[in-house]
């Protein structure tokens, strides 16, 4: 069935039910190396995972390794341009879980991503980023320990679509044409704008079934976090883009007070309980006031839209959510793009799940991952209803390919995240406790030591990940 891999004699497949994994005891899972820094990143936490499983299960639990290619180990292997290969396809969806170090994207022309092919052609719809810190891990931030984030990235639409065209194509050019003459014109609100006939175009599609799935995992999630944790922030820039990151926050809004309306509170409807709680013989109006800013300077129709509004909360929440209750719901808010970059860095600790659209959360995740020790401290998961592939959040950072330098902790992680999603969860704590102590131990790699007051001699990969398994 396989043209070119053989999967390993022992182990089980793991298989899927509801969306949830059923994990064998000696499960196979496929890995793919990766490009650049995968050669150093992927033998270290071979060995890391495999050292943990062995401790915590005393050989009762095992992992059947199974090699699969994509990138350049493809083109070795199956020849000139064969980046993702049939046979690693079918191999993931076939066995379920699998793990990747980074692959390469050039930029501009030549071959898209196979990252978010991966993705795409998985259905991999939720990328899940945690950015949490470990003591002693040197941060820019003052208090990086207030940070304990973790992104819900949507995985398969937005401009990752790909759905673009050079500039002076014929396509290009009859779109521009099409846009410029025909459906911009119609459409009044747009009034006499033009597009330059020199521009390259690209298409952002966000759908309410992409939008509404993502939301519905991340609020899944905060039901099983602490209390003091249960929040969701929809991340957009819908004051720019209204039909497209305006549309998520509206759609995540309404699955949140719809499919999860016992369990969630909206900020604005802790508002409106909060103002009648505080003064029970509170106005309508006076409610209004408090809750839009500029309410007096609106017109009398808008003023009585949100009139209504705060009537429609209090009728339907009041016994349900109001007296207080609402602060043991889920909060859900929204806070536009840019300012959640500096809300993350001056107020961490206020944010918890961060939802996200494909190339906000891409931005987000890099940075709130600089904040608790760099691109070499973050992991990930792309997950699915019948498959799920772990992988770093860096890519192959080239210019270190090959020098068993790099940090090997973010590609760790994702296997604790791997193991977590098991159900592994004794290994994955071992391993967590070996990074913790290793870097407690000042026992890092070059990222964290040239950080560190005073700098710390720097570790080979290789040689972190032996610290992490004596730390265990
Ligand atoms: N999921 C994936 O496979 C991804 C793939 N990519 C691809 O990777 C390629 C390179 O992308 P690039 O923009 O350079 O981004 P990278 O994330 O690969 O690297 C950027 C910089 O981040 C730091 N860094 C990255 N990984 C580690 C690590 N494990 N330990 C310590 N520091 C680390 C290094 O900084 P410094 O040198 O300053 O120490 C590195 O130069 C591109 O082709 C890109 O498309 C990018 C992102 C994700
Ligand atoms: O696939 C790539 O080249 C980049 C992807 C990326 O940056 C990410 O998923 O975070
Ligand atoms: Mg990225």
């Known amino acids: 069935m396989y043209e070119k891999i053989t999967p390993p004699d022992t182990g089980e497949k793991i298989t899927f039910s ?8 000696n499960p196979i899972i496929p890995f793919i190396r990766g490009d650049g820094t995968g050669v150093d990143l992927w033998p270290a936490t071979e060995r890391v995972i495999d050292a943990a499983v062995a401790k915590a299960y005393g050989g009762d639990r095992q992992i ?34 699998a793990i990747k170090g980074p692959l390469t994207t050039p930029i501009g022309g030549g071959i898209r991503s196979l990252n978010v092919a991966l993705r795409q052609i998985n259905d991999l719809y939720t990328c899940v980023r945690p950015c949490r810190y470990y003591p002693g891990t040197p941060s820019p931030h003052k208090h ?45 609100e747009h009034g006499k704008k033009q597009i330059r006939l020199d521009s390259g175009i690209g298409i952002k599609p966000i759908s309410k079934t992409g939008s509404q799935r993502l939301v519905r995992r991340a609020i899944k999630h905060a039901l099983r976090l602490p209390k003091n944790k249960q929040m969701v922030t929809l991340v957009h820039k819908g004051n720019i883009m209204k039909y497209t990151e305006g549309a998520f926050r509206d759609w995540g809004y309404e699955l949140a007070t719809t499919e999860f309306r016992e369990e969630c509170i909206t900020e604005r409807e802790s508002w409106i309980l909060g103002n009648k709680e505080h003064k029970p013989d509170i106005s309508l109006e006076d409610n209004a006031r408090q809750v839009e800013p500029g309410f007096d300077a609106l017109t009398p129709e808008k003023r009585q839209e949100i009139c209504d509004e705060v009537k429609g909360v209090l009728e339907a929440l009041w016994e349900s959510h109001g007296n207080g209750k609402w602060k043991d719901k889920i909060m859900v808010n929204d806070r536009i793009a840019d300012s959640i ?10 944010y918890s799940i961060l939802a996200t659209m494909n190339l906000n959360g891409d931005y987000l995740s890099d940075a709130a991952a600089a904040m608790v020790g760099g ?29 068993d330098r790099v940090n090997p902790g973010s590609l760790i992680l994702s296997g604790v995240m791997m193991l977590e999603y098991m159900g592994w969860q004794e290994a994955a704590d071992l391993i967590k406790k070996g990074l913790g102590a290793a870097i407690s131990n000042r026992e890092v790699t070059y990222d964290l030591a040239r950080l560190m007051e005073p700098p710390a001699e720097p570790l080979k990969c290789s040689e972190f990940a032996e610290a992490i398994i004596r730390n265990f």
């Open 18 to 25: 509801d969306g949830e994994p059923i994990v064998p005891d």
């Open 64 to 97: 059947s390794w199974f090699k699969i290619y994509a990138g350049d180990e493809a083109c070795e292997q199956y020849g000139t341009y064969q980046y993702l290969p049939e046979d690693t396809l079918t191999a993931i969806r076939e066995y379920g879980v």
């Open 144 to 188: 990086p320990e207030q940070l304990d984030v973790i992104i819900y990235r949507e995985n398969t639409e937005d401009i990752y679509l790909g759905i673009e065209w050079r500039e002076g194509t014929e396509i290009a050019q009859k779109l521009i044409d099409t846009l410029n003459n025909e459906l911009i014109p119609a459409t009044p």
């Open 341 to 350: 970059f500096q809300q993350i860095q001056t107020r961490p600790s206020e």
């Open 375 to 403: 691109l070499g401290m973050g992991p990930g998961a792309n997950i699915g209803d019948t498959c799920a592939v772990f992988e770093a959040t860096h890519g192959t950072a080239p210019k270190h390919a090959g020098l």
